[in-house]
């Protein structure tokens, strides 16, 4: 009745030590303990899982459906599913989330805004009375 959703696998590891540069897109799931100087986009973002590990480094924007931060971004955060941030996690840019898990000790730097909010509010009209 319940099921909880199924995580995709991660099948792909950046190692600590090591320095990637430009765009990485990835699909199913993905943690890094290096460096990425570049955007991380997941292909299919409702699908996707991106770990970015205590001793991670981002500088670019950052695009998943679950992420899960405990290292340092330095760009916009999206998750379009759920943000995790564990106690190291440093982010510095605005923040966009469906759903947030916000641990103590995790700093944030930047605008924190729920993906519903930029939903275009219903055109409300109200009924203006005729009577003078």
Known sequence: MFAKKKQPPIRTLIGEGTVIRGELQFSDGLRIDGEVQGDVIASEVDTS???????????????????????????????????ELQPKAVIVGDVKYEALEMHQG???????????????????KLAASNAQ
């Open 49 to 83: 899982i991106l770990v970015i590990s205590e001793k991670a480094r981002v500088v670019g924007r950052v695009k998943a459906g679950h992420v899960i931060i405990n290292g340092h971004v330095t760009g916009p955060v999206q998750a379009d599913a759920l943000l």
């Open 106 to 124: 995790a700093t944030i730097e930047g605008e924190l805004r729920p993906l519903k909010a930029e939903e275009k509010p219903a055109m409300i």
